[in-house]
């Protein structure tokens, strides 16, 4: 992870777009994170119909990681989800799939109720290194205005 | 965990309502899982202002171990999410918190796609020990019929 410069509301502009470099997913990451978190047969082991699975939460919070380690993303102190509208896993995650993120910059408006803030909404599409759609969601996160 | 008695798109009925048995969530869980797969710096540090809070990714792999574990939802070989609408963390998670999940059936329908199938739609709510919800969510698992 580098040391990104810090940003805010107002260095994000509409319809940008960014993809993150890529992470790998492995067998015993798999099993390992289904074991603390989604404990079902197809996630813990490769002998489940199908072969083994992450978990869509295990792909999510590789989203995650890929989104704030990107260095795209690099509020003040970090900043808060306020929530994801239709998270979906339109296929499944193998062992050995390297995940990259692309985001795309769908809204910008100063929040209501706290005016020293600004709401970015995303659109998040997780992709393998084929370009097939493993997670997509649209999300939002509240995050400093740089001029108040 | 028990072996709970496996069941079926049958045996869920519209409108029934489930609270599983909690979990603790501490400290070190918090800052494992954002050293994993959200590092920043109000999920890394109690020295953050407003001190150490969960990674909203973490309360939601947290709702789906309490889910599958709790034995209310216990399909014949694990079942698929189909995604979630209206994922929020109106709360933040502190160290501490015991964290227990309140599932109410929404919706019952056979999968047009898969007749083997059915769909089982939830409200989903994620409550600390006082009562407060610290996630939200409503989602929708595929789920085999018994009679086909």
């Given amino acids: 992870m580098s040391a990104p410069r810090t940003k805010y509301f107002e260095d994000f502009a509409h319809g940008e777009a960014f993809e993150t470099p ?5 067998a015993d990451d798999i099993i390992r994170f289904a074991a603390a978190f989604d404990p079902q047969p197809m996630h813990l082991s490769a002998t489940a119909p199908g072969g083994l699975i992450a978990s869509g939460w295990h792909t999510a919070s590789l989203t995650m990681r890929l989104f704030v380690t990107s260095g795209w993303y690099a509020p003040p102190q970090g900043a808060l989800g306020m ?16 995940l990259r993120l692309r985001i795309e910059v769908t809204g ?10 600004g709401i970015l909404s995303m659109r ?25």
């Fill in 108 to 117: 910008l408006r100063i929040s209501r109720s706290k005016p020293g803030f």
């Fill in 22 to 26: 890529p992470v790998q997913v492995t």
């Fill in 124 to 148: 998040m599409v997780t992709l393998t290194q084929d370009g097939d759609a493993v997670q997509t969601m649209t999300t939002s996160v509240l995050i400093p205005r740089r001029s108040l």
């Fill in 83 to 98: 929530g994801v509208q239709d998270l979906t896993w339109p296929r499944p995650v193998h062992p050995g799939a390297l």
